[in-house]
């Protein structure tokens, strides 16, 4: 597509409709991404997604890389909550190799991306205050977001990109008195939630602006891929934690909370909800974690083969189902490996029949009440 | 005349607008620099919704072809005195994605950059040292990127027109291309 | 939760205006999650390198992932042992991405990661944008050095247990227990597993130092990748592009390769050696695996005198060259110092002969029982042959000039391990036997008199830390029973008929200066001990015997009684005449000889080339 | 005499501007504290202004121009009128219809300026602006109605005067509700969330802003400064009995101003139809309630 | 495994296809090309309602293309990898958007990455890369590190100009 200067989109033909870009370079938009909004007046006439900004080509550089030199390549895929991308990849290759991963390690894992979830979702509150113009909202979620990166820094050595799992387990067991400093952590988070569900999820103004836009179906989302917190503010009750339990999921107890609107705002409810329910797998966690090894061996990078096959495994991200289909053909590297983003069909399919009729103020909250991660599918 | 220069570019380097622009990755680091736990408002660096209004360009990260289309426009649309700040490995010499075919390996052929920062990506730390930097360098009047654009316009312009503009495919093998229209 | 709107609710966040803000005042004030250190103490930050204990190995330039590693050649550094090279890693940080994986592999630990993250470069306006790029790009590439040692981040050492990437534990090949093996001959190393050989073989790094260790530079790291990828074939046709006695070297090779094994820095070496046994002895025919291409014959002809692994190797590779070659053994058997001077126990005779056979097979003519000099004039050789290949080893052995040494009942090694080969040694059950001296033939007589039946006691002159023989070997003989003596001298050898007792010395060890061996003293003070002994077996060394060459030749090549003077392709001052294995190396030992014996083939064929 | 007029107009719409600038700088410090961070010095808004017009600006024509420039001078005008404790320029013309026709020409201005620019977002966001004007000029109207009812004058010097001796005196505690009106119009009038749809940065990119930059950004900043300054000092003039002197009067202003930042920084912004539909609804009604009672 | 991935994998095989568990709930079938959209119909009709995913396998030495369309049934907790090959010296598909609207996407993707041409589908427009003139960049035999070279002119060359590590310093 070409980008017209914009002063020359008046002059169409008709002075009928008129073109707006919602991104790349635009606040409303989270990341580089860009919708091309064809404008009836106030209304949304038609919608062009125009992705590509950020394809850096993934797909083929894990192709020329080794199996575990690519660990420090997917945590880019999808930018706020890297985890996923690594604890996928990881199962997958373990599937493949055959690899047990030991209790503990497993334990790990939960927690890392049980944190990672509970940071995705105080980015994705930022979001919504962003997109409402509620600045304050922001401040405070990505404030204190920042103290689980503080923790994720000391367990793993990154603040942002943790490259912390390996096959077969995780790199380095968790230093003393980490644990305490996370039960700490909760406790913060827990005495912080009503604040933001007084400035957040009972301002009146924000309900306006959040109930009744966006409104998804259960069929829609089933039909059309769209897949964690959207799929289940739908009300359909599909969580891969507890359909097809991962990791040591089955050993924890938690729920999967019901709202069930399908609108924005429920969208961003069920967040909010699923982050007490976040906590509350971490404190169990905290509490069950046994001692033992954190990683089963495998060969080192250069020898570490991986016997010939293919497989789809998948976690439950914060934006729904993130998978890693990986073929291997028993080289040191992998044959191809294709990354589903969560936000693939959301972003670039169901936006553009969500969006027509919708208007202008409508799209930042649509966009980011259905979290749209523009790097998961631009890869 | 030059205490007046001088006034300038101290209110200038004390005054920042950002471009709310994020190219790549590095911009994950940006939210939490703004708000409240880095607050990089204290330093009177504020991000900003168009070009128009932006003094500084945060290239943060690797750019695809795609993007860099869009940067230059936005850059050329920015106001002069404009900063371009180069973010992270990506930016110096294609960092981790140094053989990727859609992302450039060095922004410098392509925009004049005044101030790099290593990191991948840069911690909010070298992120707000990254602005006192600038900042000391536009009170010195160091950081003249856009002159030497305006000034060397066609270099850069030859260099941007090669990547965005192609007439070949670039490999040379025509008849292998098997891609219909 | 409840969501009732409320319109107040949003005002409760008033509060904060009051409270004291939670930003970070960077500069002026740290993160106080890890105890006011900044950054965490796992920090992924810019690299330090301790050019002392990096030995160039490269292993972090291979694994980074966003190519930032490059080795270049440092002429400030002194390598950190005999096998280290002075490359050092040089890091763009345009490129790094800091994810830790160099740390990770680095075999010596030497590579770590501080917690320092800023760095910032301006490019100068007034240079013109065609120099920028290269100007950005020089800044940021660093050699790293203990800049910032002093804030450690992410590192590795041997007894924590970040990155364990590498695997430090050896996976050893099972092994007979002492108490079993010291009564039988029989082979008590058994070849690995396929699981075992997988196992073992996917702990290398691929890195090549081994190569460079190796006297004879086999292709080692290609025949472990081809095991890991369990594919013994191919490994083996790697290991024939430079051995073909890989059996032999499987089993007794010295392995100067595993000394340099980069793994072994902090843990414990590949076992390079059993895997090329495992290799080797997973095969059945190894001309129908290895198919090397044999030249057409070009009607020359060469002879090697001596059939041990120098004339052996030679005669395959000149075979393979399409020369005609005849190989001269003055013993029943060829073999040489393989075949009488190892034990069973080490080398089976019929994996010697496996190897062997086959590099007869190609058709290689072998004249056994003919001395050179006594069943056939050298001159003859000479003149019927286009060139000559001298691979008699060391032959003469050294003697221990004390009194009573002509005595029967004292023996030299070599001869005693030939009548041990034999099965003709003495009767040992319950005899008392001494073994002077501490190289591997020393270890063989001792633990060969072992398996006899004898009490055997080892006398060396330095500490036992000090022996030329491998440590192993030293390791499993005491395991098996037998004795050491450190500093001691022998004396005198008391006996009328045969030998009674020996009367040793316990000297008195002074440091060398040079940081050498210490150097034992005898002098008045040094006590005197007599021991009671029926058999005295000398192994201190052997000399080489040249005594079938005419003198002149003798003089022409420089021999000077311990060793032959030859260039890289064992040539001499004397057309046509090559030598090689033990009589010119500088280590003396099997692979030596056979790397030798390929380097001779080389010159030979350059030779005949030049000639014709 | 008017040379001496003129200075002491020039005068007061430095005092308005840095006043204003001032203002805003606190803005951004307060509103920070609620964010839990520090934020910038309270000058950097002059920092911000004084950089703007250091750069190279970008005019996009004729309309452009006087549009913005328009949009300073017109304010900067209304502000001379203005009574503000002792400094009162024009006693006897500091008609409220005045002030309110200028102020409403300084918005027109600014929208002629950016919709010239041509960029759609502007072009939205002046529609929006001026939708949001007619929601709160209505109920802002009813107020001024029963004001005028209430003092039977029509001079803000007036009004002040009729707001003197006590705190009880004040047009505050007597026209309860129709304070309680202008307050919330007050919100919209300074283009404080939940009535900032006009520049909604994460809807169209700031609006009317979207296409200015240097020196016109500057304008655009001056004119929200003295807008700042004329709002809130028509505020307290109507509502808080005016002033003694220029201190209690700038520190009054700044009580009403800190509310409305209280409020903005809590709050998200309204669509704009639901915006000008409370506006229509509650403080038109508040105003008209208080229109009757006074009438009454 | 769970019960209904195997009775399911039973099922596809009395079809007369290839089907094989591949986890404990996911299984694989290979379904001939003019199978296909039957195939995934009746994988529709039978629960498999969700469409994760589309994704292309070159496999060069096969000379063949491999598409993975990747269902997930919420009811039965199952997840079907459904394959098919199509040769690579005519990479063409018949375009399954009748069955779901979602393919649209995923085969413009495909077009553009591998040169996949989804007979049916009406807008195979170029999608993430602008002005692409080559090789489809994820086929195998498009080298991904001489393309960046050849176009960003850069080097790996070996001469590096070294530096000490610096940092800077602040008045």
């Known amino acids: 597509m070409e980008l017209r200067p914009l002063n020359e989109s008046n002059t169409n033909d008709k002075y009928k409709t008129y073109e707006l870009f919602i991104g790349p370079n635009h606040p409303g938009i989270s990341g580089n991404f860009s919708y091309v909004l064809d404008m009836e007046g106030h209304k949304i006439a038609n919608v062009t997604a125009d992705p590509g900004l950020l394809h850096r080509g993934f797909e083929k550089l894990m192709e020329r890389r080794l199996w575990t030199q690519n660990l420090a390549l997917i945590p880019r895929i999808c930018v706020p909550e890297p985890d996923v991308n690594e604890v996928a990849y990881c199962m997958g290759v373990e599937h493949l190799a055959g690899i047990e991963v030991p209790k503990r390690a497993q334990y790990i894992r939960v927690i890392v991306l049980e944190m990672a979830r509970i940071a995705a979702y105080l980015f994705s509150f930022s979001g919504v205050g962003g997109a409402t113009g509620l600045y304050t909202a922001p401040n405070w979620a990505i404030g204190d977001r920042d103290y689980i990166l503080d923790l994720f820094e000391w367990l793993t050595g990154g603040r942002v990109y943790h490259i912390y799992q390996y096959p077969g387990g995780v790199k380095m067991d968790i230093p003393d008195g980490w644990l305490d400093k996370l039960s700490e952590l909760l406790d913060y988070l827990e005495s912080r939630l009503p604040e933001y569900d007084n400035l957040i999820f009972k301002n009146p103004i924000l309900q306006k602006r959040t109930k009744g836009v966006g409104y998804l179906s259960a069929e829609d989302a089933i039909e059309n891929g769209i897949t964690g917190p959207n799929l289940r503010a739908s009300g359909v009750k599909w969580d891969i934690r507890k359909a097809q339990p991962y990791l040591v999921y089955d050993e924890l107890d938690f729920d999967i909370p019901e709202t069930g609107d399908g609108d924005a705002f429920s969208r961003f409810v069920q967040r909010r909800l699923e982050m007490e329910e976040s906590i509350k797998i971490l404190r169990q966690c905290i509490k069950q974690i046994p001692d033992g090894p954190y990683r089963e061996k495998i060969p080192n990078p250069f020898q570490f083969r991986v016997p010939a096959g293919t497989y789809y495994s998948k976690v439950e991200s914060s934006k729904g189902e993130f998978g890693y289909f990986i073929v291997s053909n028993g080289d040191i590297k992998p044959y191809r490996v294709y990354v589903r983003g969560p936000s693939y069909s959301a972003g670039l399919y169901y936006a553009l029949e969500a969006m027509k009729n919708m208007r202008i103020e409508d799209v930042p909250v649509w966009i980011h009440s259905m979290d749209i991660c523009p790097p998961d599918f631009d890869r | 005349m030059s205490e007046w220069k001088d006034l300038t570019n101290f209110f200038r380097g004390r005054s920042f607008w950002m471009l709310h622009y994020c190219t790549g990755c590095g911009a994950m680091e940006l939210p939490p620099t703004m708000t409240s736990r880095w607050d990089m408002e204290r330093f009177g660096v504020i991000p900003m919704a168009t070009p128009r209004q932006a003094d500084i360009l945060l290239v943060t990260g690797y750019l695809s072809l795609k993007s860099l289309k869009r940067l230059i426009y936005t850059y050329e649309q920015m106001h002069a005195p404009k900063w371009v700040l180069g973010f992270g490995s990506c930016t110096i010499n294609g960092g981790v994605y140094w053989d990727s075919y859609n992302v450039i390996e060095r922004l410098d052929k392509y925009l004049p950059v005044d101030l790099y920062i290593a990191g991948c990506m840069p911690r909010p730390e070298a992120i707000l040292d990254s602005f006192k930097k600038l900042r000391e360098l536009v009170e010195k009047g160091e950081a003249k990127g856009y002159e030497k654009y305006v000034k060397n316009y066609e270099w850069y312009k030859a260099n941007q027109d090669r990547v965005l503009k192609r007439t070949k495919p670039v490999l040379q093998k025509p008849e292998e291309v098997t891609r219909s229209a | ?612 | 005499m008017i040379f001496l007029k003129l200075l002491e107009g020039i005068g007061v719409g430095l005092l308005s501007l840095t006043v204003g600038l001032l203002f805003m700088g606190l803005a951004r410090k307060i509103t920070a504290r609620i964010q839990r961070r520090y934020g910038p010095p309270v000058l950097q808004n002059f920092i911000d202004v004084f950089k703007l017009f250091s750069k190279q600006s970008i005019s996009h024509g004729f309309a452009f121009d006087l549009g913005l420039v328009a949009g300073v001078s017109a304010l900067l005008a209304a502000v001379v009128f203005l009574p503000m404790g002792q400094i009162n320029l024009f006693p006897h013309n500091s008609s409220l219809i005045m002030i309110i026709y200028l102020m409403t020409m300084a918005y027109l201005g600014m929208a002629m300026g950016v919709s010239s620019s041509g960029n759609p977002n502007a072009t939205i966001g002046v529609a929006r602006a001026l939708t949001m004007m007619m929601g709160y000029e209505l109920p802002f109207a009813a107020v001024i109605f029963s004001v005028y009812i209430f003092a039977k004058t029509g001079s803000l010097t007036n009004i002040v005067a009729a707001q003197g001796g006590g705190f009880l005196n004040w047009n505050m505690v007597r026209l309860p509700f129709g304070f309680l009106a202008a307050e919330i119009a007050l919100q919209g009038m300074l283009g404080e969330k939940p009535f900032d749809m006009a520049i909604a940065p994460a809807e169209i990119a700031s609006g009317p802003m979207v296409e200015l930059g240097g020196k016109y950004l500057g304008f655009g900043m001056l004119q929200h400064a003295v807008g700042i300054y004329l709002e809130t000092g028509i505020m307290v003039d109507l509502f808080l009995g005016g002033a003694s002197n220029i201190w209690i009067f700038v520190t009054k202003q700044f009580e009403l101003f800190f509310i409305a930042l209280l409020i903005n920084a809590v709050l998200p912004r309204f669509k704009i139809e639901d915006g000008v539909k409370f506006m229509w609804k509650v403080p038109l009604l508040l105003g008209v309630i208080q229109a009757l009672i006074v009438v009454l | 495994m769970l019960e209904s991935v195997e009775k399911k994998v039973e099922e596809l095989k009395r079809m007369n296809l290839e089907a094989k568990a591949l986890g404990d709930w996911q299984f694989e079938v290979l379904v001939p090309r003019e199978r296909t959209a039957e195939i995934l119909a009746y994988m529709k009709a039978t629960g498999y309602k969700t469409f994760i995913h589309l994704a292309c396998v070159d496999w060069i030495d096969d000379q063949e293309f491999e598409l993975v369309y990747n269902l997930e049934n919420y009811d039965e907790k199952a997840q079907a990898l459904v394959k098919v090959r199509i040769p690579r010296n005519k990479p063409e598909m018949e375009s399954m958007m009748s069955i779901w609207g979602l393919c649209q996407v995923y085969e413009r993707e495909i077009h553009e990455f591998f040169g996949i041409n989804f007979i049916g589908n009406p807008n195979l427009k170029p999608f993430f890369l602008d002005e692409w003139l080559d090789i489809p960049p994820l086929r195998k035999d498009f080298d991904t590190l001489a393309f960046s070279q050849e176009l960003f002119e850069f080097k790996e060359d070996e001469s590096h100009g070294i530096k000490a590590p610096k940092r800077i310093e602040y008045k």
């Open chain 3, 1 to 612: 939760m409840d969501t009732k709107k409320n319109a107040l609710a949003p005002l409760s966040a008033l509060k904060y205006l009051f409270k004291k803000p939670h930003t970070v005042r960077y500069p002026k004030e740290d993160l106080d999650v890890f105890e006011k250190e900044g950054v965490s103490p796992r920090y992924r930050g810019f690299h330090t390198n301790d050019h002392s204990k990096c030995i160039g190995c490269g292993n972090c330039a291979s694994v980074c992932p966003a190519s930032a590693i490059t080795m270049v050649e440092a002429d400030d550094v002194k390598p950190a042992n005999k096998f280290a090279k002075t490359y050092r890693p040089v890091i763009d940080y345009g490129r790094c991405c800091f994810c830790g994986q160099c740390v990770d592999v680095c075999p010596t630990g030497s590579l770590q990661m501080s917690r320092e993250y800023i760095h910032s470069f301006h490019p100068d306006v007034s240079i013109p944008p065609e120099e920028e790029p290269e100007k950005v790009k020089e800044d940021f590439i660093w050699r790293p050095d203990q800049t910032y040692a002093n804030n450690p981040g992410y590192v590795r050492t041997p007894d924590d247990l970040l990155g364990k990437t590498i695997e430090f534990e050896r996976t050893d090949p099972r092994e007979e227990p002492a108490d079993k093996r010291k009564f039988s001959f029989a082979k008590f190393v058994h070849t690995y597993s396929k699981e075992e050989a997988k196992k073992e073989a996917t702990r290398c790094l691929g890195c090549g130092a081994c190569v460079e260790a190796c006297p004879n530079q086999l292709h080692i790291p290609e025949y472990i990748r081809s095991i890991a990828e369990e594919d013994p074939e191919d490994s083996l046709k790697w290991i024939y592009k430079r051995n073909p006695l890989p059996l032999v070297c499987g089993e007794v090779c010295t392995h100067q390769c595993e000394e340099a094994c980069v793994v072994g820095i902090q843990g414990e070496p590949l076992a390079i050696r059993w895997l090329k046994a495992y290799s080797a002895s997973n095969v059945e025919n190894y001309l129908e695996v290895v198919e090397e291409k044999m030249e057409k014959p070009n009607g020359k002809k060469l002879a090697a005198i001596g059939a041990g692994p120098a004339s052996l190797s030679f005669g395959y590779y000149t075979k393979l060259l399409g020369y005609d070659v005849t190989i001269y053994e003055a013993e029943d058997k060829p073999g040489g110092a393989m075949m009488w001077g190892i034990p069973k126990y080490r080398l089976p005779k019929e994996d010697l002969m496996k190897d062997i056979n086959t590099i007869l097979s190609l058709g290689i003519k072998l004249k056994t029982n003919t001395k050179i000099g006594k069943d056939m004039p050298f001159d003859k050789l000479l003149k019927d042959y286009d060139a000559v290949f001298i691979g008699t080893g060391n032959s003469k052995p050294m003697t221990l000039r004390i009194p009573g040494e002509e005595l029967p009942g004292v023996m030299q090694g070599l001869t005693f391990m030939h009548l041990v080969n034999e099965e003709k040694a003495p009767d040992l059950k319950g005899k008392r036997l001494i073994v002077i001296g501490g190289g591997n033939v020393a270890m063989d007589v001792a633990r060969s008199s072992i398996r006899l039946g004898a009490e055997v006691t080892v006398i060396y002159r330095r500490r036992i830390a000090d022996m030329p023989a491998d440590p192993e070997e030293i390791k499993e003989a005491r395991e098996e029973g037998v004795e050491f003596v450190e500093a001691g001298v022998p004396l005198k050898i008391y006996g009328e008929k045969s030998v009674e007792a020996l009367e040793y010395a316990i000297a008195s060890l002074v440091p060398d200066p040079n940081g050498g061996r210490p150097r034992p003293v005898v002098d008045e003070n040094s006590p005197h001990k007599k021991v009671k002994v029926d058999y005295v077996v000398a192994a201190i060394g052997q000399h080489p015997n040249l005594d079938f060459l005419p003198e002149d030749i003798q003089e022409k090549i420089g021999f000077d009684g311990r060793r032959v003077p030859v260039d890289d392709f064992g040539r001499t001052s004397v057309e046509g005449l090559f030598f090689g294995g033990d009589l010119s190396n500088k280590r003396q030992d099997i692979i030596s000889a056979i790397g030798a014996g390929l380097r001779a083939a080389k010159g030979v064929d350059m030779y005949l080339a030049s000639r014709k």
